[in-house]
């Protein structure tokens, strides 16, 4: 049970992380766009 909790902790972390990567380039590619 922990060992998954743990591990779940983990994926959501990453899930989210890569999220905001994505979300950074996505702003930087419009700020290109309208500069």
Same mark, same amino acid.
């Given at each position: 049970?922990?060992?998954?909790?743990?591990? %779940?902790?983990?994926?959501n972390?990453? !899930? $989210?992380? !890569?999220?905001?990567?994505?979300? !950074? !380039?996505?702003? $930087?590619?419009?700020? %290109?766009?309208?500069?």
């Open positions: 049970m922990k060992r998954n909790l743990t591990t %779940s902790r983990y994926h972390a990453g !899930i $989210l992380a !890569i999220y905001a990567a994505g979300f !950074i !380039i996505l702003m $930087l590619q419009l700020r %290109s766009i309208l500069a």
